[in-house]
Every structure is written in structure tokens, then in C-alpha cells.
């Protein structure tokens, strides 16, 4: 079963615009991890954030945790058309190893 | 480019049959998680091998099977293949040096049972 679940699950933004998705999970994590996959391929790791930290930027990635609510949102600032893809966002539960994901944001930003 | 490298790319096998994956880790990884993906869906976790042991499992059957070898790289068996199988196998390496980490994917296995 996913850990994860993303919100929502499809978004389509003009280039420029900004695009924000979500991630919700169950139980209590070590740290919070988002990825992106281009047309089902390998995933490619956009940025970590921990358990103990609030917020984190990359570039124009900025991203949230908010552990009381058990969740985490992605910003992406000036979306460009290379930014279409499917976003995941995956949890490693305290005290394991295991990277659970969850189900996917389908992005979609056009030119 | 990764550095984590998988072969084959695709695959077609029928209903019965066994598979064998395989997996390159970026040099320096001494863990890798083999995930399965199927179409629209995210990476389910399979199971994962720091140092030849596995090192944790999700939900899958023991007919899922897996090998870590020396120099880190991996391969998953699957025996008696069913439909369900068809997916993206995805294997990922990282290092767990100071906890749980980023990981690093290959590029995938397409496999298609018939």
C-alpha cells in the first residue's frame, strides 16, 4: 500500500505560472523525499527535507513539511515546459529504510 | 545520468515463466531498493540490500526474489510470473551514511508478461 498520497492528482498551468501540489502521509517519518519521472522513466530526486526542518529551497523548488498535519507541499516558482512530468513525493517511516511513495502528480505546463 | 545502470531495458515473458533483473549502483552505494511500477501508478517497494543482506520488504509474494553481490550491484528474480507482473522494475542505490538518504535511479526494466 502507497504511504504517500499526492493532491492533485493532475495539473495543467501555463508556462510562467507557478504550480504547487501536495503530499499527505500516515505515520511518522525520518524525512520526506520528492522525485520527478518524465514519461516512465528513472526517477530523478529533486529535494530532501527532514523531519526536524520546516521548509527548504532548490532553485526554484521550495518545499514545505508540517509533521503535525503529516504533510508536505512542492512549489515550483516560473514553471517552464520542461517541467511536465509526474511528481512523487516518498516517505522513509522512523526507525526503517523503506522509501514508500506516493501516488503522483501529473504536471502538465505549456508553452 | 544517474550512474545506477539496469539491464535488460524490456522484456516480454509468458505467464509461468522466471525473470532475472539486473542492477549497477553508482559507485559508493552499498544499498539499493528494487521498486515495481505499474502504468499511472507510483514505485511500489519491493525489498532492499545494504551489504548483501536484505534490509527490509513490502508487500510482495516470496516468488519475488533478490542478490546483492560484492561490489554492490543487484539483480531481482522473479519465479512463476503472473500477468500482474507487467510493470517498470526500477532499482535505486544510495548510501544510508548518517541516515536514509537521497536515492538514485536507473533508468528501469519494462517488463510485459503474456
Known amino acids: 500500500s502507497q504511504q504517500g498520497e499526492e493532491d492533485p492528482q493532475a495539473l495543467s498551468i501555463q508556462e510562467g505560472e507557478n504550480a504547487t501540489m501536495n503530499c499527505s502521509y500516515k505515520t511518522s517519518i525520518n524525512n520526506l523525499q520528492w522525485y520527478r519521472q518524465n514519461s516512465g522513466r528513472g526517477l530523478v530526486h529533486l529535494i530532501l527535507?527532514?523531519?526536524?526542518?520546516r521548509e527548504k529551497h532548490s532553485g526554484r523548488l521550495r518545499v514545505t513539511l508540517d509533521t503535525s498535519k503529516k504533510s508536505s507541499s512542492l512549489l515550483i516558482t516560473a514553471s517552464r515546459a520542461a517541467d511536465t512530468a509526474s511528481y512523487f513525493c516518498a516517505t522513509v517511516h522512523s526507525g526503517t529504510y523503506k522509501y514508500i511513495f506516493g501516488t503522483g502528480t501529473r504536471l502538465k505546463v505549456l508553452a | 545520468e544517474t550512474g545506477v545502470t539496469q539491464s535488460p531495458t524490456h522484456l516480454i515473458k509468458t505467464r509461468g515463466q522466471q525473470v532475472t533483473l539486473r542492477c549497477s549502483s553508482q559507485?559508493?552505494?552499498?544499498?539499493v531498493s528494487w521498486y515495481q511500477q505499474a502504468l499511472g501508478q507510483g514505485p511500489q517497494f519491493i525489498f532492499q540490500y545494504y551489504r548483501e543482506e536484505e534490509n527490509g520488504r513490502g508487500n510482495f509474494p516470496p516468488r519475488f526474489s533478490g542478490l546483492q553481490f560484492p561490489n554492490y550491484s543487484s539483480e531481482l528474480n522473479v519465479n512463476a510470473l503472473e500477468l500482474d507482473d507487467s510493470a517498470l522494475y526500477l532499482c535505486?542505490?544510495?548510501?544510508?551514511?548518517?541516515?536514509?538518504?537521497?536515492?538514485?535511479f536507473g533508468p528501469g526494466t519494462r517488463l510485459t508478461v503474456l
Open positions: 535505486a542505490s544510495t548510501s544510508l551514511a548518517g541516515g536514509p538518504n537521497e536515492q538514485f
Open positions: 559507485s559508493g552505494h552499498n544499498t
Open positions: 527535507i527532514r523531519s526536524n526542518e
